[in-house]
Antibody, heavy 122, light 113 residues
């Protein structure tokens, strides 16, 4: 069974750093892109970026470029999303998902991780 | 303001048919990029419902169907059931001067009356 398991909920203060994880299993982790999606409380889905664990090629949404860093460690089949200085506005649920499709422009997401809730509050 | 526009809410009685629209532009759906649909049940992660405009993944009931025409796409649900009450999102790709990447609709909340 293809599965993505994310790290647990986090509560942080503004200005702190954070790295959350997404571990893949049941498929060749290095052969598929992994994407990250933000969902703010009561809001819709926002694409943040994708990474190809095979060679760490990374693409960012213009909205998130410079705000977060996406990385991967293929030796442990894990992708990461990190912040160097959190803001209250980073409070959201963050999902990882495997990218499927013939090309980057025709891709969709399946399956999704269970989500990691990040709360940033002083 | 999402790049893809969906109605905030739709509703229907059990057994009825409902449709959810997803309107884009010449830089996304109208440019020929595929549309995909996701279902998000309350308190859970999104789940792929339709990919490549009209294809259902294994396990998705044939009550769900997708279509695309011009700059819009639609998700149809027939034989509405109480378990279909969820948020639905469309997704495509956008290529514009301000940047390229995956785009989602704002989501539609389906209420089963």
């Amino acid at each position: 069974e293809v599965q993505l398991v994310q790290s647990g909920a986090e509560v942080k203060k503004p200005g702190e750093s954070l790295k959350i994880s997404c571990k893949g299993s049941g498929y060749s982790f290095t052969s598929y892109w992994i994407g990250w999606v933000r969902q703010m409380p009561g809001k819709g889905l926002e694409w943040m970026g994708i990474i190809y664990p095979g060679d760490s090629d990374t693409r960012y949404s213009p909205s998130f470029q410079g705000q977060v860093t996406i990385s991967a460690d293929k030796s442990i089949s894990t992708a990461y999303l990190q912040w160097s200085s959190l803001k209250a506005s980073d409070t959201a649920m963050y999902y990882c998902a495997r990218v499927l499709g013939p090309t980057v422009t025709l891709n969709w997401f399946d399956p999704w991780g269970q989500g990691t809730l990040v709360t940033v509050s002083s | 303001q999402s790049v893809l526009t969906q109605p905030p809410s739709v509703s229907g009685a059990p057994g009825q048919r409902v449709t959810i629209s997803c309107t884009g532009s010449s830089s996304n759906i109208g440019a020929g990029y595929d549309v995909h649909w996701y279902q998000q049940l309350p308190g859970t992660a999104p789940k792929l419902l339709i990919y490549g405009n009209s294809n259902r993944p294994s396990g998705v009931p044939d009550r769900f169907s997708g279509s695309k025409s011009g700059t819009s796409a639609s998700l149809a649900i027939t034989g509405l059931q109480a378990e279909d009450e969820a948020d639905y999102y469309c997704q495509s790709y956008d290529s514009s001067l301000s940047g390229s990447g995956v785009v989602f609709g704002g989501g539609t909340k389906l209420t089963v009356l």
